[in-house]
């Protein structure tokens, strides 16, 4: 097997990520390192027993909802009361981010 991808294969994959390629010598670096790239994401292949029920975490997870529990609102007049500063229908904060 070869350790470098063809002159043809670089510049295409260049041209579908609208990368220029310049000179040779930036060519011949991208030919080695795409054929390395390639390699690795061949190895994720060769993993045994691979199927499509894989799993990422060891732990199963089960999900359990819980119920609605509906309780007193407040009212925007409380939430004024204990706000420093109002102006209408807003409550002011201090500005946070600095330019």
């Excluded at 029920?53 to 529990?69: C, R």
Aim: charged residues 40%; proline residues 4%.
């Amino acid at each position: 097997m070869e350790n470098k991808l063809s002159r043809e294969e670089v510049l295409h994959v260049a041209r579908l990520a609208r990368i220029q390629i310049s000179d040779e010598k930036t060519l011949e670096k991208y030919q080695y390192q795409l054929k390395k790239l390639l390699d690795e994401i061949d190895k994720i292949k060769e993993v045994k027993n691979y199927d499509e029920d894989f799993l990422i975490a060891p732990v199963d997870h089960e999900a359990k909802p819980t119920k609605d529990e509906t309780q007193e609102e407040i009212t925007f007049q409380d939430v004024k009361k204990n706000a420093p500063h109002t102006k209408g229908n807003f409550i002011e904060v201090p500005v946070m981010i600095h330019e």
